[in-house]
C-alpha cells in the first residue's frame, strides 16, 4: 500500500514506496531463508545461550566473584574445598573461583559490549545518513572525519583516552563507541547514495515531504539490513578490544571480574595452574566466534547481493 502525503498545493498525494504487502512477502522470504539456514539457527542458539548464561551469572554462579580462601590457591579444576564446595574449573592465586569469575567477566563483556556497539551504531547512522542523504559540504566534513578517525590506531586512541580520562566501565565503553563509528557511517552512507536517486525517494519530495522525513521514514528504513550485519560482526570486535584493554590494566578495574584481566593475573601461573589463564581465553574466544557466525549467517540472509553470489558460485 502506497504512502499517501499531503503535498504543497494542499492536496494528498501517493508516494511510490514499496507496498505492505511486497514488505511482508520479503519479510516472510527472510524468516524463511533464516530458518532455512542450518549454520545461522545454530550461531543464533549458541549466541543466545552465551548471551543467557551472562545475564544470569548472579544467579547461576556458584560463589561470589571476590570471595577469597587463601587456603585454595591455585588448585586444579574439580577439586573439593573443605565446605564441600566443587570448584568446576579451579581457582586462581587467591582462591577464588575460577568459573563464577568467568560468568561475571562474561557479563561484564556483553554489557561493554551491547552497550558500546549500541552508541557507535547511533552515532554512525546518523553522521552516514546526514553524509550520503545532503551530500555537498555535509558528506565532505563527515567522510573527513571518518578519515581522520581511520588514520589512528585504536589501541593508540584507547590507551589516549584511558590515560587522560582514566579506566572503567564507562570510559571502556565511550572509548569502543568511538572507534567503531566509522564502520556504520560508511556503510550507510553508501546505501543512502543509491537511495536518494530512487523513485520513492523522489516521490516523497514531489508530494511536499520534507528532508528529515523522507530520510527518517522511507531512506532508514532501508539501510537497516547492512547495519544489522555490521553490528552484529562488530560486537566481537568490541569484546576482543575490551579484553585488550582489560589485560593491559586499562578497562575494567579490581576488584571488579574481566575476562581480560583474568588473563593477564593467569600468565604468570601457565607452567603451574594453566587452567587461570585457560579457561578465560576460551571464554573469549567462544563468546567472539559465536558472534561472527552469527553475523555471517545474518549477512547470507540478509544480503541479496551476497547469497546471489554463493548460488552463482
Do not use: C
Amino acid at each position: 500500500m502506497a504512502d499517501v502525503a499531503r503535498g504543497a498545493n494542499g492536496t494528498e498525494g501517493s508516494v511510490p514506496t514499496q507496498d505492505a504487502g511486497g514488505t511482508a512477502g520479503r519479510e516472510r522470504g527472510i524468516r524463511t531463508k533464516f530458518l532455512r539456514n542450518r549454520s545461522a539457527i545454530g550461531a543464533l542458539i549458541a549466541f543466545a545461550l552465551i548471551v543467557l548464561v551472562g545475564a544470569l551469572s548472579p544467579w547461576v554462579a556458584p560463589l561470589r566473584p571476590d570471595t577469597v580462601q587463601l587456603g585454595l590457591r591455585n588448585m586444579p579444576p574439580g577439586v573439593l574445598g573443605d565446605d564441600g564446595t566443587r570448584y568446576l574449573l579451579g581457582t586462581d592465586f587467591l582462591g577464588r573461583d575460577v568459573l563464577t569469575r568467568m560468568l561475571y567477566g562474561l557479563r561484564i563483556s556483553l554489557i561493554v559490549g551491547f552497550a558500546s556497539i549500541g552508541l557507535g551504531l547511533l552515532l554512525g547512522v546518523t553522521l552516514g545518513l546526514t553524509a550520503g542523504f545532503y551530500g555537498k559540504a555535509w558528506d565532505a566534513v563527515i567522510m573527513r572525519l571518518v578519515d581522520i578517525q581511520l588514520s589512528f590506531p585504536t589501541i593508540l586512541i584507547a590507551i589516549a583516552w584511558a590515560a587522560f580520562v582514566g579506566p572503567g566501565i564507562v570510559s571502556i565503553i565511550a572509548i569502543i563507541a568511538l572507534t567503531s563509528w566509522v564502520e556504520y557511517a560508511r556503510v550507510v552512507r553508501g546505501a543512502t547514495l543509491s537511495l536518494r536517486e530512487q523513485a520513492f525517494v523522489e516521490g516523497a519530495f514531489a508530494v511536499g515531504l520534507r528532508s528529515p522525513v523522507v530520510m527518517l521514514r522511507h531512506v532508514l528504513p532501508n539501510v537497516l539490513s547492512p547495519v544489522i550485519i555490521v553490528a552484529t560482526l562488530q560486537l566481537g570486535r568490541a569484546i576482543i578490544l575490551e579484553s585488550t584493554l582489560s589485560f593491559l590494566g586499562l578497562g575494567i578495574q579490581p576488584p571488579m571480574p574481566s575476562l581480560g584481566s583474568m588473563l593477564a593475573d593467569g600468565r604468570r601461573y601457565l607452567d603451574t595452574a594453566w587452567w587461570v589463564a585457560t579457561m578465560p581465553g576460551l571464554a573469549i574466544m567462544f563468546l567472539v566466534l559465536s558472534s561472527n557466525l552469527l553475523g555471517d549467517s545474518l549477512r547470507d540472509v540478509l544480503d541479496p547481493r551476497h547469497a546471489a553470489g554463493d548460488h552463482k558460485r
